[in-house]
């Protein structure tokens, strides 16, 4: 069952059209990544999701129409978004981080929350002072998703988690997605331009082009289709 779906989305900036009737889906409880070359309009689909970009269309988040709320009130419903860039917020202490996390939840974040966020990443706890403009790169990606898990979301949209990271550090942070959506059963949608890594842990993929779906699938068929990954995928 489609947790979350869009229909027919186009989405601008300014004069600029960025998306040209994307629609799509997500299952609940499924990982599914959405693919594409640099200005396919990755990114702007997450931003329609989130509602941060102008867009018409509908989007749907378990069976209600999200086309036009607030971006706090798709926060509220459980949409958790970690953006390009990291986004954590650098002159605050890796704790006050994550406390930032829970400022959607009445009542804030519990010590329950601190200790599944710390069993995912385990270096938080003896860092909890750092300021997170110290950390490395992979520690600040890491923080971002571990705030936005603080949120206790049912979807995670993540992009570009690996981008500028070591592969080593690309394979702990996709363990990490992979551990989140089985223990915690939060669905995730994520953006990659290493389509390779990002089919490893989907179950289905969506690849964009100027702003339209291309080709969509199961990871397997995409990755064993040779036509697909040559002309979309870039391996």
């Known amino acids: 069952m489609a947790l979350l779906e869009l229909s027919d989305v186009h989405a601008?900036?300014?004069?600029?059209?960025?998306l040209h009737g994307v629609s799509l889906g997500v299952d609940e409880g499924a990982i599914v990544a959405l693919l594409g070359a640099n200005g396919a309009g990755k990114t702007t689909t997450l931003r329609?999701?989130?509602?941060?970009v102008r867009k018409t269309g509908e989007i749907t988040f378990d069976g209600h129409d999200i086309s036009r709320r607030a971006p706090e009130d798709v926060a509220r419903l459980g949409i958790a978004h970690v953006p390009e860039g990291?986004?954590?917020?650098?002159?605050?202490?890796?704790?006050?981080?994550?406390?930032m996390g829970a400022y959607v939840r009445r009542g804030g974040a519990s010590k329950v929350d601190y200790d599944?966020?710390?069993?995912?990443?385990?270096?938080?706890?003896?860092?909890?002072?750092?300021?997170?403009?110290?950390?490395s790169g992979g520690e600040q990606q890491m923080l971002a998703i571990a705030r936005a898990l603080m949120m206790?979301?049912?979807?995670l949209l993540l992009d570009e988690p690996s981008l500028g990271l070591a592969p080593i550090v690309v394979q702990e942070i996709f363990?990490?997605?992979r551990a989140v959506n089985e223990q915690d059963k939060v669905t995730v949608l994520v953006v990659e331009q290493n389509a390779s890594i990002a089919l490893q842990a989907a179950a289905h993929?969506?690849?964009?082009?100027?702003?339209?779906?291309?080709?969509?699938g199961t990871s397997a068929e995409l990755q064993k289709d040779e036509a697909v990954r040559r002309s979309y995928l870039g391996y």
């Open 12 to 18: 601008r900036y300014g004069p600029i059209s960025a």
């Open 48 to 52: 329609a999701i989130s509602s941060t």
């Open 86 to 99: 990291r986004g954590t917020l650098g002159q605050l202490t890796v704790w006050e981080n994550l406390r």
């Open 116 to 135: 599944r966020v710390c069993g995912y990443f385990s270096w938080i706890p003896a860092r909890r002072n750092q300021v997170a403009a110290t950390l």
């Open 152 to 155: 206790r979301p049912r979807l």
């Open 175 to 177: 363990k990490i997605i």
């Open 205 to 216: 993929a969506y690849v964009l082009e100027v702003g339209k779906v291309a080709v969509s």
